[in-house]
Nanobody, 117 residues
């Protein structure tokens, strides 16, 4: 059973920073495309950033220049460094993993990020 466990959320003031982590259980992490999504109250879940098995990265326009996604295959972990946070970044952030060889899609349980003064 593959599990994705996020951590690092919390309350931060506007302009502050947070780093989210997502650890994937089991083997084969290097064959996962990984991503971060978020869902604000009353809104649909949206892509924040993705990083492929080969290291290709894409970001939502709303976070470009402020957020950085990275991965450490030795630690089965994907990170999301969030800088210059804005109140509109407030959402539950979800880690997503796609096991590309077996075409399976996995989600974490989510971690709350609140940006408020």
């Amino acid at each position: 059973q593959v599990q994705l466990v996020e951590s690092g959320g919390g309350l931060v003031q506007p302009g502050g920073s947070l780093r989210l982590s997502c650890v994937v259980s089991g083997s084969g992490f290097s064959f996962y495309d990984m991503g971060w999504y978020r869902q604000a109250p009353g809104k649909q879940r949206e892509l924040v950033a993705r990083i492929s098995t080969g290291g290709s990265i894409n970001y939502a326009d709303s976070v470009k220049g402020r957020f950085t996604i990275s991965r450490d295959n030795a630690k089965n972990t994907v990170y999301l460094q969030m800088n210059s946070l804005k109140p509109e970044d407030t959402a539950v952030y979800y880690c997503n993993g796609i096991a590309v060889l077996i075409h399976k899609n996995y989600w974490g349980q989510g971690t709350q990020v609140t940006v408020s003064s």
